[in-house]
């Protein structure tokens, strides 16, 4: 159908004269309500976003030489992450000579692991970056079934 005769057509019927297909030979056009078309691409657009979960990363830090009950503390902190669906990236931050006993720092990553168990999935293990070393983790399925209820 020539271009104009589908215009003339589209307007008659009070709707627009849209081109799907402008590469293909010969351009394939579409008569439909745009603002409708919009309205419901906008609508699923929304649906989708609504669906899916940002992840926010909370950072926790603890040095070596961290006491027992600061230690605790912190640990309570990271399950209220957890349980609000964060990500959370435990940092040890070593200074001066510490950086010489990276096992320290190790110890304690594998502890906090440990205390989490199955609920936690570590996704970085424990790494050295300079002064610090860094784990990564997510919550896992017990978190995510305990925020749904």
Do not use: W
């Amino acid at each position: 159908m020539r271009t104009l005769d589908a215009l003339d057509l589209a307007r008659s019927k009070g709707l627009d004269l849209v081109e799907v297909a402008p590469n293909g030979r010969p351009p394939v056009c579409r008569i439909m309500n745009y603002g409708k078309y919009l309205y419901q691409q906008s609508k699923r657009e929304h649906a989708a976003r609504k669906k899916q979960r940002n992840f926010s990363v909370k950072e926790i830090k603890l040095r070596p030489k961290t006491g027992e009950h600061d230690f605790t503390f912190k640990l309570r902190h990271i399950e209220e992450f957890l349980a609000k669906l964060n990500k959370v990236k435990v940092t040890i931050l070593f200074r001066g000579r510490e950086r010489t006993h990276p096992e320290i720092g190790e110890r304690i990553l594998a502890r906090i692991a440990e205390y989490f168990g199955e609920r936690v999935v570590v996704e970085q293990p424990a790494r050295f970056e300079g002064r610090n070393m860094t784990m990564v983790l997510l919550p896992g399925e017990m978190f995510k079934e305990a925020a749904k209820t």
